[in-house]
């Protein structure tokens, strides 16, 4: 499985940024998708994940209420839309395939399998 992230980029703080991760091989509903990001001298942490079918989502307390992840089985894509984003949001994010289970969320980045090359958001006025 490949994936490629894309969507990142400059934003003032309060504003809104969407991600996209389009995936390509495998069977992209049989994964479970998350997306994670990492700041400088920081460990990468977990977002938000969504299972294979997009019936249940889980996202870090950092962001809920902000982020929604999404995806679209059809056109092989999960999203994250980003809003009232903060300067501690400033991060690469990564999109990440879980091939383990389509049913099971996990925030540990060892679950997953399959990492895009990220994509960098930097949330500064």
């Known amino acids: 499985v490949q994936l490629q992230a894309s969507g990142g980029g400059l934003v003032q703080p309060g504003g809104s940024l969407s991600l996209a991760c389009k995936a390509s091989?495998?069977?992209?509903?049989?994964?479970?998708m998350g997306w994670f990001r990492q700041a400088p001298g920081k460990e990468r942490e977990f977002v938000a994940a969504?299972?294979?079918?997009?019936?249940?989502?889980y996202l870090a307390d950092s962001v809920k209420g902000r982020f929604t992840i999404s995806r679209d089985n059809a056109k092989n894509m999960v999203s994250l839309q980003m809003r009232s984003l903060k300067p501690e949001d400033t991060a690469v994010y990564y999109c990440?395939?879980?091939?383990?289970?389509?049913?099971?969320?996990?925030?540990?980045?060892?679950?997953?399998?399959?990492w895009g090359q990220g994509t960098q958001v930097t949330v500064s006025s």
């Open positions: 990440a395939a879980d091939d383990w289970s389509d049913s099971f969320i996990s925030i540990s980045s060892y679950e997953y399998d399959y």
């Open positions: 091989g495998g069977i992209f509903n049989k994964y479970t």
């Open positions: 969504i299972t294979g079918s997009g019936g249940s989502t």
